[in-house]
């Protein structure tokens, strides 16, 4: 599993905390992996789930700190969504 992966697993369950994610969710990052968003929290994995954002490294990491906006980025063609858009915008929250 590559470093960007575990590190992306490590960031989004910190900032998940205590909270859970109703439905699931799958960030595809091109290259690297993909990191699984459910109501257990973050894991490395490819499984299906009901929407999938794929993007670049730089771009999710991006996003990880807090440097891109997730709707911003979408809006400019750097985030794909497939799936439930609404998961997706309850995402975007998740990460701010």
Request: hydrophobic fraction near 45%; proline fraction near 1%; avoid cysteine.
């Given at each position: 599993?590559?470093?960007?992966?575990?590190?992306?697993?490590?960031a989004?369950?910190?900032?998940?905390?205590?909270d859970?994610f109703?439905?699931s969710a799958?960030?595809?990052?091109?290259?690297?992996?993909?990191v699984?968003?459910?109501?257990?929290?973050a894991r490395?994995?490819?499984?299906?789930?009901?929407?999938?954002?794929?993007?670049?490294?730089?771009?999710?990491?991006?996003?990880?700190?807090?440097e891109?906006?997730?709707?911003?980025?979408?809006?400019?063609?750097?985030?794909?969504?497939?799936?439930?858009?609404?998961?997706?915008m309850?995402?975007?929250?998740?990460?701010?």
């Amino acid at each position: 599993m590559s470093d960007i992966i575990d590190a992306a697993v490590t960031a989004l369950n910190e900032k998940l905390g205590e909270d859970s994610f109703e439905g699931s969710a799958k960030f595809v990052i091109e290259g690297e992996g993909a990191v699984v968003i459910d109501k257990d929290g973050a894991r490395a994995g490819d499984d299906d789930t009901d929407v999938t954002l794929t993007a670049d490294a730089e771009t999710f990491e991006a996003i990880l700190e807090g440097e891109q906006d997730p709707t911003a980025a979408f809006m400019s063609g750097k985030l794909s969504v497939d799936g439930d858009m609404s998961l997706a915008m309850q995402l975007g929250s998740v990460l701010a």
